[in-house]
């Protein structure tokens, strides 16, 4: 194998442009952490959402997704009690080729999974979802959470795939959407139904909101 990424395995999905916060206590993803930053700055690992299992203990991740994210640490420090809170930038999405368990946690071998093109067909959902988007944090009770939505395809795409109350292999499955024209295409019909509810009064006000703190 050439250059491994590290893994750090999660129960949500981490979306290229999000931050999301983490705080690392198992002794594995202690070493993880240790590893990482004795070597060179940026520091990095791969958020990859765990299919079957669960984040803590012992043989507790089954199976893991294909495609995941890396993580760039944006800010970092290490408690008095030894564990590390942190906050970290998704980047460049990346598929598992093969797996390492030589050390403590997870290694992989990675290929990165390219961003296209959005194509003319984005360009023209694009104002189309983002006002959609903010019509649908309006109706939740939180317009502001739509204020700073990007125009660029890509982040749009993410944003709202990130901040969107959906089940775990559904976000999962918008990550691995080819491109963001594909993306926005999925999403505009996922808002069109959800708007449709909130109009009628049948789904329940809840802030949107971006991924989870997760305890690892």
Not at 51 to 72: I, N, Q
Not at 133 to 153: I, K, M, Q, R, V
């Amino acid at each position: 194998m050439g250059d491994l990424l590290p893994l750090f395995p999660l129960g949500t999905v981490l979306f290229p442009g999000l931050l999301l916060p983490l705080q690392v206590f198992e002794p594995r993803y202690r070493i993880l952490m240790a590893d990482l930053m004795s070597g060179p700055e940026p520091w990095s690992f791969g958020v990859v959402a765990i299919r079957e299992g669960h984040e803590v203990g012992a043989d507790s991740v089954k199976s893991l997704y294909d495609v995941g994210c890396v993580a760039v640490i944006q800010q970092v420090e290490q408690l008095p009690d030894g564990r590390f809170a942190m906050v970290v930038a998704g980047g460049n999405r990346f598929r598992v080729v093969a797996l390492d368990e030589a050390r403590p946690y997870l290694r992989a071998e990675t290929a990165v999974v390219d961003e296209p093109g959005a194509g003319d067909l984005a360009a023209d959902l694009v104002a189309t979802v983002r006002d959609q988007f903010s019509d649908y944090c309006t109706g939740l009770g939180s317009p502001a959470a739509a204020a700073n939505a990007s125009d660029e395809p890509a982040g749009l795409s993410y944003l709202i795939a990130a901040t969107r109350m959906l089940p775990l292999a559904d976000k999962q499955a918008l990550l691995e959407v080819e491109d963001a024209g594909q993306r926005l295409q999925r999403l505009t019909a996922l808002l069109t139904r959800e708007l449709a509810l909130i109009r009628t009064g049948t789904v329940p006000v809840a802030q949107p909101r971006l991924p989870p703190h997760s305890q690892n």
